[in-house]
């Protein structure tokens, strides 16, 4: 005798295993989307150990135990890959949308990104891959080109949108050249490039780094408001 109610049918076994064998076979979106995630990771990882021309597709590959046709369908080879592990890094500290929309006082959007952007060059991984980057770029015009479009000139675009905003740009002298200014402030707020490309970073207070920020946003503004 049978519970099963007259209105279904219960599947037989074969329905049963194709449904398992197709649950196995396609991965949920969630899935897909860790699995991806892990592969910027580790080759984020693989590029600073190893240096980027030395990482090819078959050690990504087997490193993040995907296929090498998967690198090629997702990102096109490894200069996409590494666009997205530049991409990810930066997604985590600032987002270009939010600052272009950002409706606070110039000078407060200005600082929240300065803290933001510092914390992103002044991590171990970061300048690991800035030094990586300035030892093999010069013999790999593919690895200068694509960390150059996927890192530094993304931010320059933001800035230069950023700082073209009506509302913006009326604020800064008349004779200014706005083009300049995303490069400028990039420098202030970095500060002394040599110190932290050649050296060790030393153990700062965080409020002595924010001190030290503002000083130099405070330079920045000085030469670059109308009323300051």
Do not use: W
Request: proline share 6%; charged share 25%.
């Amino acid at each position: 005798m049978t519970t099963d109610s007259p209105l279904t049918v219960a599947p037989d076994d074969d329905s049963k295993c194709a449904a398992v064998k197709c649950a196995a076979g396609r991965p949920r979106s969630s899935d897909r989307a860790a699995r991806q995630q892990e592969l910027v990771h580790t080759a984020g990882a693989l590029f600073i150990k190893h240096g980027y021309p030395n990482v090819s597709l078959e050690m990504l590959a087997r490193e993040a135990h995907v296929a090498v046709r998967t690198i090629y369908v997702k990102f096109g080879g490894k200069a996409g890959l590494l666009t997205a592990v530049l991409e990810a890094n930066r997604e985590k500290f600032y987002r270009p949308h939010e600052m272009l929309a950002d409706p606070r006082p110039l000078k407060e959007s200005v600082r929240d990104f300065a803290l933001h952007f510092l914390d992103l060059i002044s991590r171990p991984e970061a300048l690991a891959m800035h030094r990586m980057v300035v030892a093999d770029a010069p013999a790999n015009t593919e690895l200068a080109q694509t960390f150059f479009e996927g890192g530094p000139q993304q931010t320059r675009k933001m800035l230069l949108a950023f700082f073209s905003r009506a509302d913006i740009r009326c604020q800064l002298r008349d004779e200014l050249d706005v083009t300049l200014l995303p490069v400028y402030l990039m420098n202030c707020i970095i500060g002394d490039p040599y110190e932290r490309m050649l050296f060790a970073p030393a153990a700062v207070a965080p409020a002595q780094v924010e001190h030290e920020l503002d000083q130099r946003l405070d330079l920045f503004y000085r030469s670059v408001l109308k009323n300051v």
